[in-house]
């Protein structure tokens, strides 16, 4: 089975810009969760789609938000990027049935805001 | 409020010696914990979670709730056991994959 598939993985960016990064997940998994890294915070959860829905959202301005397609592939967007933003955004799939399912990785989309 | 704290930020072995990264929570429900592994130039990948009680690697990891921690152990360090450990939690039951993770310890093992 592929792995869970982020685009691109590098991406530079100026300030007040936006940015759409795309996660397409493993086969047959409906759930997507976003997560943002950075050396200070951390990993830190974004919000999580299942079904093409959200179903949880984390701690971060409307400025970011995100969505779900029918085949489960889900992009994040970002506007009016602040310097702040750099970091590397990292994509979970799941099975996302019942309770917690083992969520697996990609290998990121790593931001950079000049 | 939900946390997950890792004091050590690294932690420095020699081969063959015993290891424990510490991980300690707060939740105020009932928590699902886990420990994820990244070693170079790789994906961040579950390890293993309290909820299975299984060994990986030769590593384990027993909730308490009394003292609310998770730590991570293995008797004998390996070098190829050099990675970046994250602790996480996520809630029991709940209809959420979210996890809330600790800051990470990247374990050296020393030849």
């Known amino acids: 089975k592929a792995g869970v598939t982020q685009t691109p993985r590098y991406l530079i960016k100026t300030r007040g810009q936006q940015v759409t990064l795309s996660c397409s997940p493993i086969?047959?998994?409906?759930?997507v969760s976003w997560y943002q890294q950075t050396p200070g915070q951390g990993l830190q959860f974004l919000f999580e789609?299942?079904?093409?829905?959200?179903?949880n959202k984390g701690n971060f301005p409307g400025r970011f938000s995100g969505r779900q397609f029918s085949n489960s592939r889900s992009e994040m967007n970002v506007s009016t990027l602040e310097l702040g933003d750099s970091a590397l955004y990292l994509c979970a799939s799941s099975l996302g049935e019942g309770s917690y399912q083992p969520q697996h990785f990609g290998d990121g989309t790593r931001l950079s805001i000049l | 409020a939900q946390r997950v704290t890792q004091p050590e930020k690294l932690l420095s072995v020699f081969k063959g010696a015993p290891v424990e990264l510490k991980c300690n929570y707060s939740?105020?429900?009932?928590?699902?914990l886990f420990w994820y592994v990244q070693y170079s130039r790789q994906r961040l990948q579950l390890l293993l979670r309290?909820?299975s009680r299984e060994s990986i690697k030769g590593f384990t990891a027993d909730l308490n709730k009394g003292e609310t921690s998770f730590h991570l152990k293995k008797p004998f360090a390996q070098e190829e056991d050099s990675a970046m450990y994250y602790c996480?939690?996520?809630?029991?039951?709940?209809?959420?994959?979210?996890?809330?993770f600790g800051t990470g310890t990247l374990l050296a093992v020393q030849p």
């Open positions: 309290h909820i």
């Open positions: 996480a939690l996520s809630s029991y039951g709940g209809a959420t994959n979210k996890l809330i």
């Open positions: 939740y105020s429900g009932s928590p699902e």
């Open positions: 789609y299942f079904s093409e829905t959200q179903r």
């Open positions: 086969s047959g998994h409906r759930s």
